[in-house]
């Protein structure tokens, strides 16, 4: 029922009373009226009070309702998260035990290294004798291929030409040239009977040297040869070295065992072969007299440094 209606009614109801009751009874009755009209307005504004809250409540429902939604929204964001991370710690689980097991072969192979780094400090402690040593070494021996080469000039010097024979220290070595023309026969591997004389000479010097490796190498110029029993330069070359080695040992006494014949052919020319002079200067043929690779070698290890 509304308000009007109520009102409209509760004024019905006194005038009807009014009509029979006493005026003391009216007063008492008008001023229960006024009080009631005074709780009604009361109530009417309560009643709109509350219905200002319950509206106020309905929104503050559908706002938790939209928070609720929304928090339900996050939830499903924050699972699947979870699930990823999830994903993400197995990944990791699993690289680390990955890891692990590489540390593990680290380990083994950091306890080689440090064997062989121990062993390696070992032998450094020693690098001070080693090096001084090899100095010591490389001195002897170049007062040994000092003295060899001064030995062979002076026994090579008498009736010999210069440009026939040259004596010369290279490094480890002492090296003979001895030219073409002085040594074969032209375009043949025959020695002459001078060349002879002068390979006598020289193995006089080897053989009191026995611990030294006598290498004998043939070159020739760039002209080919065009003979029945030699195919080419590196034929001739090698015939040539092999001619030596031949009277060095058969005639001169020289231990074949130390010997080495070579031939380089046309090639590791000293000259250019555009001239005359040229192609005479690279037909020659060399006597290298070198250490023993293995006494050489032997010479190097750190093991053979005196205590």
């Known amino acids: 029922m509304s308000y009007t209606v109520k009102l409209i009614l509760i004024s019905c109801m006194t005038l009807m009373l009014t009509a029979c009751v006493s005026k003391k009874e009216y007063a008492k009755l008008q001023t229960e009226l006024s009080n009631a009209n005074k709780n009604l307005d009361e109530y009417g504004d309560q009643i709109n009070d509350y219905m200002n809250k319950l509206s106020a409540c309905q929104r503050n429902v559908e706002k938790l309702k939209g928070q609720v939604k929304s928090a339900n929204s996050s939830l499903e964001v924050r699972e699947e998260q979870i699930e990823d991370l999830k994903d993400q710690i197995s990944d990791v689980r699993t690289q680390r035990d990955k890891q692990l097991t590489q540390v593990d072969d680290l380990t083994i192979l950091s306890q080689d290294a440090t064997e062989n780094i121990e062993k390696t400090l070992s032998q450094l402690e020693r690098k001070d004798d080693y ?69 006598g000479k020289i193995a ?13 190498e043939g070159y020739t110029d760039n002209v080919q040869i065009n003979r029945a029993c030699m195919e080419d330069n590196w034929d001739l070359s090698v015939k040539r070295a092999t001619s030596v080695v031949r009277k060095l040992q058969k005639e001169h006494g020289v231990d074949p065992n130390r010997l080495i014949a070579a031939g380089r052919g046309e090639y590791n020319t000293l000259a250019l072969n555009d001239t005359e002079a040229g192609r005479s200067m690279n037909r020659r043929t060399r006597i290298i007299i070198l250490p023993k690779l293995d006494e050489f070698y032997e010479l190097l290890d750190p093991n053979n440094v005196p205590e």
């Open 131 to 199: 090096i001084q040593f090899l100095q010591k070494a490389k001195t002897k021996a170049d007062s040994m291929n000092l003295a060899l080469a001064v030995n062979l000039k002076s026994v090579l010097e008498e009736g010999i030409s210069d440009t026939d024979v040259q004596v010369e220290v290279d490094k480890t070595v002492v090296f003979v040239n001895l030219s073409d023309k002085m040594l074969f026969h032209s375009g043949s591997a025959i020695i002459t009977d001078k060349a002879n004389g002068v390979l």
């Open 204 to 216: 006089k010097i080897i053989q009191s040297r026995p611990t030294l490796e006598v290498m004998v």
